[in-house]
Every structure is written in C-alpha cells, then in structure tokens.
C-alpha cells in the first residue's frame, strides 16, 4: 500500500504565505512526477504546479511567481510554498504522485487534500 500524507494548510490573510507538504510511504520503489492540485468550491480540479523526479517544473500562469514547488527524493516528499496569496487561491489543494511501487508496479496516487482559505 502506498499513502500520500499532506499538511500545512490553514487560514491566512491576503498577502500571506503557506508551506504544504505531502509525504508519500508505504512499498515504493521510486517516486516520479509529483505535483499540486486545487478545486474551489464549484469548479473543476486543476493542476498548480508539478514537478520531476529530475526538478523540472512546472507551474499554472495564475501562480507562477507566487508559489514554489520543490521535493525531496530521499523522503519522498514534495513542497509547495505559497507567496503572497490571494482570495481566489482558496481551494482544496491535493497532493499527486506518479509511483512505482517494490513490484514494479506504476499508479497514480492522491493526497486526502488540505484546506487553504485566504480572506480579503
């Protein structure tokens, strides 16, 4: 079985900033493309940033220069520093990682989702 555990988000004041993270563990054997989505209440999923196993990124217009997407390989974890937030960055925000677990196998794997609410 292979879990992605997220945290870090909350409530902050435009302007502000958040740090999400997602651990990803369990049977892995390697850790592919991780990334960040988002889903405001009414709206459809979409992606925030991504990034390689290798550190390529890659990031949604309306974040880039605001938001920071990292990872650590050896624990398996990805980042996502929020800058200077604005009320319509509210959202869910899901973690998502391409996996291969110990059998070779590969899967898509999601995060239960954190809350990221920034008031006006």
């Known amino acids: 079985q292979v879990q992605l555990v997220e945290s870090g988000g909350g409530l902050v004041q435009a302007g502000g900033s958040l740090s999400l993270s997602c651990a990803a563990s369990?049977?892995?054997?390697?850790?592919?493309?991780m990334g960040w989505y988002r889903q405001a209440p009414g709206k459809q999923r979409e992606l925030v940033a991504s990034?390689?196993?290798?550190?390529?990124?890659n990031y949604a217009d309306s974040v880039k220069g605001r938001f920071t997407i990292s990872r650590d390989n050896a624990k398996n974890t990805v980042y996502l520093q929020q800058n200077s937030l604005k009320p319509e960055d509210t959202a869910v925000y899901y973690c998502?990682?391409?996996?291969?677990?110990?059998?070779?196998?590969?899967?898509?794997?999601w995060g239960q989702g954190t809350q990221v609410t920034v008031s006006s």
């Open positions: 990034i390689t196993r290798s550190g390529s990124s």
């Open positions: 998502n990682a391409e996996i291969v677990n110990i059998w070779g196998v590969s899967k898509d794997y």
């Open positions: 369990g049977n892995i054997f390697r850790t592919n493309t």
